[in-house]
């Protein structure tokens, strides 16, 4: 049987052997340009590192009862505690991340339909009602940590205070970081609703 001319010994064609070759090399030229960037922490505020050490803490905690139940059969029931209120911390603190970045799930359907000026109204109302509705829930936590802030944690001799205190300081940097949107959308003209590609470009 007689072999094909174009055909290399490994049975590729030469011209998609070529093309594969290419293709390895732009993957591995892409990782090692990537090697040299430099990180850019200069976007990163108060938040993302508090939410990034309270995660780490969490993550220590559950590894901690993890490594106490099943190599040493003798669990801290604390660790449990600890890093569930933890994980409370991270949920509010990165959702003031997500207030600031405007990554929060919103409907921009409507404002596909509506005319610039309409459209540019409603955006500052649901800014305005936002940032209003997170100011008023820190006076609600506020509230409550006085009526309920020495009940004692369940299984050491702490008060919930502290996680309330948490939640706190949750709502209040969504509230500043709300106020911070809205003069920015306002100065600019538009809001990620009204224009999210603009958004998607920061990504």
């Known amino acids: 049987m007689a072999t094909d001319a174009h055909v290399s010994p490994v049975g ?5 052997a070529a093309q594969h070759a290419s293709s390895v090399e732009s993957i591995v030229s892409s990782f090692e340009e990537a090697d040299h960037q430099d990180a850019d ?4 505020t108060f938040e993302d590192w508090l939410c990034l050490a309270i995660f780490w803490l969490m993550a220590l905690l559950v590894f901690l009862q993890f490594f106490t139940r099943y190599v040493l059969n003798d669990s801290f029931a604390w660790t449990e505690e600890l890093a569930t209120y933890c994980l409370i911390g991270v949920v ?4 003031a991340m997500c207030v ?3 990554r929060h799930i919103q409907v921009d359907l409507l404002y596909r339909f509506l005319p610039h000026a309409l459209g ?3 955006s500052t109302l649901i800014d305005v009602v936002r940032t209003a509705f997170f100011a008023y829930v820190c006076w609600l936590v506020w509230r409550y ?6 009940e004692p944690m369940t299984t050491i001799e702490w008060n919930k205070s502290y996680v309330y205190w948490l939640a ?4 209040a940097l969504m509230a500043v970081r709300s106020l911070q949107v809205t003069i920015v959308n306002w100065r600019q003209g538009y809001s990620n609703l009204e224009r999210p590609d603009a958004y998607d470009k920061l990504d």
Not at 12 to 16: G, L, N
Not at 145 to 150: A, E, K, S
């Open 12 to 16: 590729v064609a030469p011209q998609q």
């Open 92 to 95: 509010f603190i990165g959702a």
């Open 100 to 102: 600031r970045t405007c």
């Open 120 to 122: 540019r109204v409603l």
């Open 145 to 150: 940590i006085q009526l309920v802030g020495d």
């Open 168 to 171: 706190l300081l949750g709502f």
């Open 41 to 44: 922490l200069s976007g990163h």
